[in-house]
Nanobody, 125 residues
Framework: EAPLVESGGGLVQAGGSLRLSCAAS????????IGWFRQAPGKEREGVSCIWIIDGSTEYADSVKGRFTISRDNAKNTVYLQMNDLKPEDTAHYYC??????????????????WGQGAPVTVSS
């Protein structure tokens, strides 16, 4: 079974909301930071948000602050990304990522260990 499995992507109009889920398995959930990166066509992968599981501390990219909320359910080993007031520029493939050493500091995607298969999010204007 894949260590990270995303769900919840889709098509929404600008101003709408979506919630992404990332179900984790095969590793000790509490030991990791888990977050979301996204990649739009023709652009580099960028960090969106992160949560350090053991203490719940969070980080957000400036572009999503106030609109996106990351949370975790320890009983379900699942991380969520609630996305509100979506904009066309939020259109991208969203990837769940986990790393034991991350601590949610800004970091290049290439250094992070575990990746999900991604979920598409399309925001129409």
């Amino acid at each position: 079974e894949a260590p990270l499995v995303e769900s919840g992507g889709g098509l929404v109009q600008a101003g709408g909301s979506l919630r992404l889920s990332c179900a984790a398995s095969g590793f000790t959930f509490d030991d990791y930071a888990i977050g979301w990166f996204r990649q739009a066509p023709g652009k580099e992968r960028e960090g969106v948000s992160c949560i350090w599981i053991i203490d719940g501390s969070t980080e957000y990219a400036d572009s999503v602050k106030g609109r996106f909320t990351i949370s975790r359910d320890n009983a379900k080993n699942t991380v969520y990304l609630q996305m509100n007031d979506l904009k066309p520029e939020d259109t991208a493939h969203y990837y769940c990522v986990a790393d034991k050493s991350w601590r949610c500091a800004p970091i290049s995607a290439k250094y992070l260990d575990l990746w999900g298969q991604g979920a598409p999010v399309t925001v129409s204007s």
